[in-house]
């Protein structure tokens, strides 16, 4: 089955600064990439997702690219707040629509 | 629109016993998949129920099994708890086909003591 490396496990930036996350999969077959968000004692929230036939989607402060020769995929997050504090889990799908496995998440820290 | 539900939110067992876990899909979803997530880690897939019938599985013993209802309720039912089944149960509510994400239920967080 598919594996997810994601890191960092932890990341702290300061308010204002970019910070990125990176996910490596192993699974050539997986063709959907989405990022969620999970804040403490919450579900896990979708914040933004890339398909395989696309390179780079942005949404406002949030981007995530994705190199599938190189099989990864990274989310951007620019001028962080302090409300982009939570843990972020990348995850990869493939064709078949039944198997989504997510990274281990890399809990981000904005300081004011 | 109604989203997903889970229920119970919280649950206390002891090693040895059985639990049931239960989840409503978000209104229009039709495919239901059961994550672990222990303290500290990404959310472990378990399995994925669509028509009623188990549609894949992650690295679960036995133990752990499922149903799915016809109105694409589900419920997650595992024997013989261990302590390490310690965790947040979470459901995601997807449509079959479409690649847009899993819409997640606030979880069940079981102990096993």
């Known amino acids: 089955g598919e594996n997810v490396e994601q890191h960092p496990s932890t990341l702290s930036v300061q308010e204002g600064d970019s910070a990125v996350i990176k996910c490596t999969y192993s699974?050539?077959?997986?063709?959907?990439f989405p990022w969620y968000k999970q804040e403490l004692g919450k579900r896990p929230q979708l914040i933004i997702d890339?398909?395989?036939?696309?390179g780079e989607k942005k949404d406002q402060r949030i981007a995530v690219t994705l190199n599938k020769t190189a099989k990864h995929f990274s989310l951007h997050i620019t001028e962080t707040q302090p409300e982009d504090s939570a843990v972020y889990f990348c995850a990869a799908e493939p064709n078949n629509n039944n198997d989504m496995r997510f990274g281990a998440g890399t809990r981000l820290t904005v300081k004011p | 629109e109604t989203g997903v539900t889970q229920s119970p939110t919280h649950l206390i067992k002891t090693r040895g016993q059985q639990v049931t876990l239960r989840c409503s899909s978000q209104?229009?979803?039709?495919?239901v998949s059961w994550y672990q997530q222990a303290l500290g880690q990404g959310p472990q897939f378990i399995f994925q129920?669509?028509?009623?019938?188990?549609?894949g599985r992650g690295n679960f013993p036995p133990r752990f099994s499922g149903l799915q209802f016809p109105n694409y309720s589900s419920e997650l039912n595992v024997n013989a708890l261990e302590l390490d089944d310690s965790a947040l149960y979470l459901c995601a509510s997807s449509l079959a086909g479409i690649h847009y994400g899993y819409t997640f239920g606030s979880g069940t967080r079981l102990t096993v003591v």
């Open positions: 890339i398909r395989s036939n696309v």
């Open positions: 699974d050539s077959a997986s063709n959907y």
């Open positions: 129920y669509y028509r009623e019938e188990e549609n």
């Open positions: 209104s229009g979803h039709n495919t």
